[in-house]
T-cell receptor, first 113, second 113 residues
């Protein structure tokens, strides 16, 4: 079974802190994605990556950056956390998106206080 | 523009009733792929089904069935004889030509015992 593992299930951080959300997949997938999920807004794409050291902005990249130094790991970075970044963050990976869809991690619920 | 609309924000039905979740999509592509995902309270999105635009056959999997109609750009999902374990948020999604998944905003389904 493909596994996408997000390092933390729940996280509480203070405003202004630099926050790292880690995501690791174990099936050699090229494609990795970060979404945030908010009530009434559904899933919104923050950043994605189709290869190592490659990154592309999604629909809402402001306030975030990413790092993909190794194929299996895709990190989301909140440079200076703010309360409006309180959300559920979902990582996903895929080999061929149109054929396989995504495999999701179980999510990280981040609260910024 | 590509878009997925799930008009039903929240539905409640009594256990053993049938329920249909609506999904309408927009795309100019002739080749596209549609998905349904389930998000139980645990948070992880689980893949349910994939359909490509050339395959209009309806699909049945146990109590689940899907009705794909290109003429109305709809890909509806029916649960027959619903059970409490079906309570979840359900997302309909479309893969675009950039290999990213566009999600609807989800339908929260409550199955009441």
């Amino acid at each position: 079974d493909v596994k996408v593992t997000q390092s933390s299930r729940y996280l509480v951080k203070r405003t202004g802190e630099k926050v790292f959300l880690e995501c690791v997949q174990d099936m050699d997938h090229e494609n990795m994605f970060w979404y945030r999920q908010d009530p009434g807004l559904g899933l919104r794409l923050i950043y994605f990556s189709y290869d190592v050291k490659m990154k592309e902005k999604g629909d809402i990249p402001e306030g975030y950056s990413v790092s993909r130094e190794k194929k299996e790991r895709f990190s989301l970075i909140l440079e200076s956390a703010s309360t409006n970044q309180t959300s559920m963050y979902l990582c996903a990976s895929s080999f061929r998106v149109e054929r396989d869809g995504y495999t999701f991690g179980s999510g990280t619920r981040l609260t910024v206080v | 523009a590509q878009k997925v609309t799930q008009a039903q924000t929240e539905i409640s039905v009594v256990e053993k009733e049938d329920v249909t979740l609506d999904c309408v999509y927009e795309t100019r592509d002739t080749t596209y792929y549609l998905f349904w995902y389930k998000q139980p309270p645990s948070g992880e999105l689980v893949f349910l089904i994939r359909r490509n635009s050339f395959d209009e056959q309806n699909e049945i999997s146990g109590r689940y069935s899907w009705n794909f109609q290109k003429s109305t750009s709809s890909f509806n999902f029916t649960i027959t004889a619903s059970q409490v374990v079906d309570s979840a948020v359900y997302f309909c999604a479309l893969v675009n030509r950039d290999d990213k998944i566009i999600f609807g905003k989800g339908t929260r389904l409550h199955i009441l015992p």
